[in-house]
């Protein structure tokens, strides 16, 4: 795995921790200062090439998507210090489940290999004779479990979840996922885009008169943590085109990379051409569902 860079020193902030694509910082004031960087991640690798407006790409669709959400998230403001402004918003400090909230509307990833294996996506039954693709009958949640930085999130059961975090809340966490993508769902294919799937993570205020309010968190609804697919090229059967980050593992795992994703080595950086395509993707995304132009 290539290392993580040293996240910048900021003044008036702490820096806390630094995952695949975000570093996070406690501001002075208690409140957390969350800055995306423009790092991409795959196949549990941070990459030595980085994806040009990446990170402010991300962070504006987030803002956009939490705008329309009519539900509690986390974000407080998005008055950050100069050198992270545009990629930064300063956000509640919470409690944060350990749980992966997946949902599924469509079956490919992991949930198609779980599926060509045991007929079963985190223990749901899913209908014989789906393919890469297929939509599913109805929304699915597939929860997984958090895991470190260079290790792979795993797919869990429910009942998993419920040993986690208790039936109730476990309950709740699967209502809000299905609910945020369905609204999601709809709003995305209304701009003729497919979301195939995505991932949420919550957490839970611990102070003040709201303590107990689950709150959305972390980044919403980006390409990095969905898989979004223009509707008008959609065909099960095959890999979808997509706007997401699998431009970059395609290529990864094409003769041209010369990289072996079993050799334990970190991949080689990436081609211009694959950083160029895949800045671009992010950026159409980003337009097609604002309606802005970058």
Known sequence: MVSIPA???????????????????????GDLLMVASDRISAFDHVLASTIPDKGE????????????????????????PEQVRGRAVVCESLDMFPVECVARGYLTGSGLVDYRATGEVCGVGLPAGLEDGSRLPEPVFTPATKAAVGEHDENVSFEAIVATVGPQVAARL?????????????????????????????????????????????????PDSSRYWPADE????RTQ??????????????????????????????????????????????????GETW
């Open 57 to 80: 790409v991300l962070t504006r669709m987030s803002l956009w998507w939490f705008d329309r959400l009519d539900v509690p998230h986390h974000v407080i403001s998005t008055d950050v």
């Open 174 to 222: 699967r209502d809000l996922t299905l609910t945020l993508y369905e609204r999601a769902e709809k709003v995305a294919r209304e701009r003729g885009i497919l979301l195939a799937d995505t991932k949420f993570e919550f957490g839970v205020r611990t102070h003040g008169p709201e303590a107990g309010t689950i709150v959305l968190a972390d980044e919403v609804l980006t």
């Open 241 to 290: 085109p997509s706007y997401d980050k699998q431009i970059v593992r395609n290529w990864l795992l094409s003769p041209e990379s010369g990289w072996d994703r079993g050799s334990g080595e970190p991949p080689p950086p990436l081609p211009e051409h694959v950083v160029e395509l895949t800045r671009s993707r992010y950026v159409e995304a980003y337009e097609r569902l604002t």
């Open 7 to 29: 996240a910048p020193e900021i003044e008036g902030a702490t820096h806390l921790h630094s995952g695949k694509v975000r570093d996070l910082y406690r501001l002075d004031g």
């Open 234 to 237: 959609w065909q099960p059967g």
